[in-house]
């Protein structure tokens, strides 16, 4: 299997037409990437109730400009490879209890620092951390590297994932 290289990181919510006209840009200087890994959208359907995407336009939009298919993944999804989170950082998480919140948490430490990747209690509930991590470890499980192409506004969760997981080589547009 080809490594899986995300190209887009969308909310089911987003104006498909505003994707399409002004925030495609970016694949122009990633096209060398394409030819040897197989480029999907991690699409965030999670906590959307208007969902305005037209998904399947994006990606034959895409599929055309770059002459590659694409594949679709969806974060909603990740949630079925959890084990792999677990697996890679079980002895980096940290369990802390929130009394003023009542909440419990599991964290990773990152530049001195805990960051929650889960909610445990009362409920179960990733953070987007928490997904990304899994959703970069299930991209690199068949492969030993993998790439991220994102925007720069989520830089702040990327560094983290790419401190944990190097295999993943982000590049910001």
Known sequence: ?????????????????????????????YKYLFIDNTPCLFIDDIHIDIKTLNVNKVKN??????????????ESDMINHIDLLYNK???E??????????????????????YTISETYP?????CLG??????LYRTKNNNI????????????EDIVNFYIPENKIFYY
Request: glycine share 2%.
């Open 1 to 29: 299997m080809k490594p899986l290289i995300e190209i887009g990181h969308f909310y089911l919510n987003e104006n498909t037409e505003d994707i399409i006209k002004n925030k495609l840009n970016y694949l122009e200087n």
């Open 89 to 91: 950082l079980k002895c």
């Open 61 to 74: 939009h895409i599929k055309d400009y770059i002459n590659n298919d694409i594949q679709i993944f969806y």
């Open 131 to 136: 997904y990304s991590l899994i959703w970069s």
């Open 123 to 127: 409920n179960f509930k990733l953070t």
């Open 146 to 157: 993998t790439y991220t192409i994102i925007s720069n506004r989520f830089k702040a969760i």
């Open 93 to 114: 998480i940290k369990t802390k209890r929130y009394n003023k919140e009542n909440k419990i948490k599991e964290q990773i430490l990152f530049n001195n620092k805990l």
